[in-house]
Antibody
């Protein structure tokens, strides 16, 4: 059974960079045709896609966050990571990592999710 | 960019059938997928693509689509189905750009 687990600081200062890692177990990041994605959810609000990356390095970002986001994959550790720079209080959210299937026939869904980690931006 | 619109709240009597809708231009070219999220938990995929259920999802959950509107139907709603439901799809731009609906809070009476 595939499992994903987010890790990283729960508190980040304004203007600094938020960094999270997702560790994948029960399957290999590089032995599949899936992307690996990040989604966030501000307290009491809905889901927002941040971006997704293929193990080979192809990455796609939400245009609204693209200038501040970097997603990278480390196949040797079976992990992928998120960096979000210049954070403000508006970036406070629960951050989820997830396995992402996307293809040219119109399918684009997240089938396995981590439990989520709350990151608060505050001084 | 595209948007997906969902009704903020829907209610259903225990054992009855409820339909939750998701509307957006992107649905004319991409499938809607549906997620169930209970308080304090991660979302769970319940329907993906044309009408596919992941392993372990009860068959009372089904999906359909017509034009720019997709629907999630729960036939014989149970108390444990009370949750927030989100739809998502690929944007119609052709690039890999994922959009989510605003979510529907389902109350089972």
């Amino acid at each position: 059974q595939l499992q994903l687990q987010e890790s990283g600081p729960g508190l980040v200062r304004p203007s600094e960079t938020l960094s999270l890692t997702c560790t994948v177990s029960g399957g290999s990041i590089s032995r599949s045709s899936y992307y690996w994605g990040w989604i966030r959810q501000p307290p009491g609000k809905g889901l927002e896609w941040i971006g997704s990356s293929y193990y080979s390095g192809s990455t796609y970002y939400n245009p609204s966050l693209k200038s501040r986001v970097t997603i990278s994959v480390d196949t040797s550790k079976n992990q992928f990571s998120l960096e979000l720079s210049s954070v403000t209080a508006a970036d406070t959210a629960v951050f989820y990592c997830a396995r992402h299937w996307d293809d040219s026939s119109g399918y684009s869904y997240f089938d396995y999710w981590g439990q989520g980690t709350l990151v608060t931006v505050s001084s | 960019s595209s948007e997906l619109t969902q009704d903020p709240a829907v209610s259903v009597a225990l054992g009855q059938t409820v339909r939750i809708t998701c509307q957006g231009d992107s649905l004319r070219g991409s499938y809607a997928n549906w997620y169930q999220q209970k308080p304090g938990q991660a979302p769970v995929l319940v329907i993906y693509g044309k009408n596919n259920r992941p392993s372990g999802i009860p068959d009372r959950f089904s999906g359909s689509s017509s034009g720019d509107t997709a629907s999630l139907t729960i036939t014989g709603a149970q108390a444990e189905d009370e949750a927030d439901y989100y739809c998502n799809s690929r944007d119609s731009s052709g690039n890999l750009y994922v959009i989510f609906g605003g979510g529907t809070k389902l109350t089972v009476l």
